[in-house]
C-alpha cells in the first residue's frame, strides 16, 4: 500500500488533503487564534484585530473612493478576507464545516479542481456582497467559500438526477432550504450576515462544478 503525499485518508473515508487543508484550515485557525491571544491581552495589542481588518477584510467602500492602506488592497481583499474571522464561534463553525464539506466533495473534488473552486466560491462571495450588499462594515469570514462548495455537492446530485422535472424539483427544494438556513442564521446573528456573499459563492460554487464537470466530460471523449 502506498500513501500520498497529498492526501490523508483512513479505513473510514475521510479525506483531509494536506496542502489545501494547510492554507483553507491551519492558516485561518491559527490567524484567529492570534488575534484572540491578542484581544485578551496576551501579547501584541488589542487593535491587533482591529488593525487586521483594516488590511485584510472586504470593504466595499474600497471600490468607491475609498482610500487603500497598500494598492493591491481592493483586489487582494477578494481573497484575504476568507482567512479573517470574528471570534471563536465563527472560526469553529466555519472550519468544522470546512472538514465536512470535504467529504461530501471528495469523490468530484481532489488537488488543483478542489483549489480552484475554492478561490472562485470565496471570489463569488465577495462579489455578492459588493454588489448586492448596502453595509460599509467589514465583511470576513470563509463562509463564501464554503457556501460555494455546497454548490459544488448539490450540483452533483443535480446531474445524476436523469429526470428533468424531479431534477427541477430538487433544485428548487435545495435552493429553499438554503434560503431558511440564511433567515436562521440572519436572525441568530441579529441581521449580521453576508447572505449577500452566501448566495455569491454557492453560485459561483455550482457555475465552477458545472464547467469542471464539462472539462472532464470533453477531456474523457478525445482520449
Known sequence: MRTSRSKIEDPSGWWLPVP??????????AIELTLMAADYGFFATPRLRHTAYQYGAFWAG????????????PWLMFFTYSFL?????HI?????????????????????????????????????FALLGTAFNPMVGASGALFGLTGAWR???????????????????DCFL?????LFMW??????????????GFVAGVVT???INRFRTRKTSTQ
Not at 474571522?85 to 464561534?89: E, M, R, S, T, V
Not at 436572525?187 to 455569491?200: F, K
Open 85 to 89: 474571522h470574528a471570534g471563536f464561534l
Open 62 to 73: 474600497l471600490l468607491g473612493n475609498w482610500r487603500p492602506n497598500y494598492a493591491a488592497q
Open 155 to 173: 450540483y452533483q446530485d443535480w446531474i445524476a438526477e436523469p429526470d428533468l422535472n424531479r431534477r427541477a424539483r430538487i433544485i428548487l427544494r
Open 178 to 182: 438554503l434560503a431558511l438556513l440564511n
Open 20 to 29: 489545501l487543508l494547510l492554507i483553507f484550515l491551519v492558516v485561518p485557525v
Open 92 to 128: 469553529a463553525g466555519n472550519m468544522t464545516s470546512l472538514v465536512y464539506l470535504m467529504q461530501l466533495n471528495a469523490r468530484n473534488l481532489r488537488g488543483w479542481p478542489f483549489f480552484l473552486l475554492y478561490l472562485i466560491s470565496a471570489l463569488g462571495g465577495a462579489l455578492g
Open 209 to 211: 462544478m458545472a464547467v
Open 187 to 200: 436572525v441568530l446573528e441579529d441581521g449580521a450576515l453576508a447572505w449577500e456573499s452566501h448566495l455569491g
